[in-house]
Structure formats: structure tokens, C-alpha cells
């Protein structure tokens, strides 16, 4: 069996369309994201998908070079690229409710430097590690991978992304940073503010007690003994975030019930 060179090229520029979706996915989409996924693993792992999916549709012959087709190659990197966008607003929440927290603790001066999303503290990375612990858990990451395959019979290639109300999805779901966050901080801020309010009493009946060096150890050891009461219902609050982000993904690639 000879292959010519016309049938590569061919064979190539069809290979192309679910490779640009598939490779803007896993550039954005937690945890493949994450620097921990090198450029090797990614590409690796972009062509192994795309190898499984090229068999199952049957895809359009469009030229790369020409108009049409660089519009196409904008529009399927724009597609994986909003897949993976929507997973990372969790990623946000819990990183704006690690901050909301240390802040309360008094440790938002102690932080490390994740690659993935910059300067955060130490409870922002916690968090973080938990909820990718809770998302292979879930089965997220298989989930993902089979949404992503799914995506090409509800959003085949040549139908276009760039809508109003794929927009308007995006936006709204955003404001789960705040809303997502909040949930996860509340019952940590609410019960140190009673604790803060109890010191400045403390310091009112007592104002020869140097707070500063009663306050700020008490409010930190206070802080992770209220964290660690509260895991269960953060880990509920996470599992919710990813659940809610999995159906917001669905709704915007137009599955059937999503």
C-alpha cells in the first residue's frame, strides 16, 4: 500500500482539526494545565487522543493556509481554550479562598510560587492540591477527556463558538470566583471574626497584655484548628464547584441535557 504525497498532506490536514482543539485543551484545562504536565507528556497525550478520535467522524477537507481555514484554526483553539477556561474558574475560587483565609489568619504574607497560577499563600496551594485530589477522585479527568471526544459530534468542526451566548455562559459562570470562594471561606472568616472580637475584649479588660504577642499565634493556631474541623464541608464545597463546572462545560458545548 503506497501512499502519495497529495494523500499525506491530505491525511494531515485532517488529522489537524481535532488535534488544535484537543492541544488548546490541555494547554488550559486543570490538572493537565499544571507544570507538572511538561510539553512532552501534553503532546504525547494530545496525539494519543487525537489518534482515538481521528476514526470516529468523518472530517472536513479545509486548507489551513486559506482564509477559511486560518478561521477554523482560530476557532478550534478558541474551543479548547474555553473548555479548559471554565475548570480554571474553580481553580480561581479556590485560590481567591485560600487568600480570604490567610488573610483572616494572619498568614497572607506567608506564600510559595505555584507555576500554574502565580504567588499564592500557603492555603491557596493547599487548597489547590486538594481539589485535584478530589477531582481524580471524582473521575474528573476521565470526564474531562470523554467530554472533550464527545465535543466533536456537539460541536463538530466548522461550527463556530463565537456566539453571544457562549459568551454570556462564560461571563456568568465567572462570577463563581466570588460566589465559589465565599462558600469555601465563610465558615473559617465568620469563626475567627468571633475570635477577633474576643481578643479585642480580652485586650479591653486587660490592657496591659501586649496582644501582639498573645493575638497573632493564638488567631493562627486558632485558624487551622477551625480548618481542619471544617475539611469535610470544604471538600463537599469542592466537589460541588468541580460538578457545577462539568454541567456549565456541558451547557456550553450544547450536550444533549447539559
Excluded at 215 to 225: K, L, S
Excluded at 241 to 247: D, E, I, K, Y
Aim: no cysteine.
Amino acid at each position: 500500500m503506497t501512499f502519495l504525497a497529495s494523500d499525506i498532506v491530505e491525511r494531515f490536514y485532517l488529522f489537524l482539526w481535532p488535534m488544535l482543539r484537543i492541544s488548546a485543551l490541555l494547554l488550559t484545562a486543570p490538572p493537565f494545565s499544571s507544570s507538572v504536565f511538561n510539553l512532552r507528556v501534553r503532546t504525547v497525550v494530545a496525539l494519543g487522543l487525537t489518534w482515538m478520535v481521528y476514526p470516529l467522524h468523518n472530517w472536513p477537507l479545509i486548507d489551513p493556509l486559506s482564509a477559511p481555514g486560518v478561521l477554523e484554526i482560530f476557532n478550534q483553539i478558541v474551543i479548547g481554550a474555553s473548555m479548559g477556561l471554565v475548570l480554571q474558574i474553580v481553580v480561581a475560587a479556590l485560590v481567591l479562598a485560600g487568600h480570604a483565609i490567610s488573610s483572616s489568619m494572619g498568614l497572607a504574607m506567608s506564600s510559595m510560587i505555584d507555576p500554574s497560577v502565580g504567588n499564592v499563600p500557603i492555603l491557596s496551594q493547599f487548597l489547590i492540591i486538594l481539589s485535584t485530589l478530589i477531582f481524580v477522585g471524582m473521575g474528573g479527568h476521565a470526564m474531562l477527556l470523554g467530554l472533550v471526544l464527545e465535543s466533536f459530534r456537539w460541536l463538530p468542526i466548522g461550527q463556530n463558538l463565537l456566539n453571544q451566548d457562549a459568551f454570556g455562559l462564560i461571563i456568568r459562570w465567572s462570577s463563581m470566583i466570588f460566589l465559589g470562594g465565599l462558600l469555601l471561606a465563610l465558615p473559617v472568616m465568620i469563626t475567627l471574626l468571633f475570635i477577633n472580637i474576643g481578643l479585642g475584649v480580652v485586650t479591653r479588660a486587660a490592657p496591659s497584655l501586649n496582644i501582639f504577642a498573645v493575638g497573632f499565634p493564638a488567631m493562627i493556631i486558632a485558624g487551622f484548628i477551625v480548618v481542619l474541623l471544617s475539611m469535610d464541608s470544604i471538600g463537599g464545597r469542592i466537589s460541588w464547584l468541580w460538578v457545577q463546572g462539568f454541567s456549565t462545560l456541558r451547557t456550553l458545548l450544547g450536550a444533549p441535557g447539559g
